[in-house]
């Protein structure tokens, strides 16, 4: 019923950009806060950034180059991702829970897409 959608990943040089979507259905994004979270092999599922209708959080590792956006008539949530680093290389996730929520943590979160992997290296 509820679902989450992950796309845009791929690989790309140091310094490039990407943007992934992040298409949900079965409910209305509007009235969900809707993180970006990234796991990479052996560290921990990172919060990167989070939307609600009413505010934007982003992480410190990632402020100034990636942003996060939100299109309501498409129901679609997007994570532009510039100056990509090798550092940034990991499986991307975006997740929701009902209602406006700053914390942009994992735990907190209840709804999952499948992810898209995201591959920076020279």
């Known amino acids: 019923q509820l679902q989450l959608v992950e796309s845009g990943g791929g690989a790309v040089q140091p310094g490039g950009s990407l943007r992934l979507s992040c298409a949900a259905s079965g409910f209305i994004v509007d009235y969900y806060t809707i993180g970006w979270f990234r796991q990479a092999p052996g560290k921990e599922r990172e919060g990167i950034s989070c939307i609600s209708s009413s505010d934007v959080s982003t992480s410190d590792s990632v402020k100034g180059r990636f942003t996060i956006s939100r299109d309501n008539a498409k129901n679609t949530v997007y994570l532009q991702m510039n100056s990509l680093k090798p550092e940034d290389t990991a499986v991307y996730y975006c997740?929701?829970?009902?209602?406006?929520?700053?914390?942009?943590?994992?735990?907190?979160?209840?709804?999952w897409g499948r992810g898209t992997q995201v591959t920076v290296s020279a």
């Open positions: 997740a929701a829970r009902f209602g406006v929520f700053r914390i942009c943590n994992s735990a907190h979160f209840h709804y």
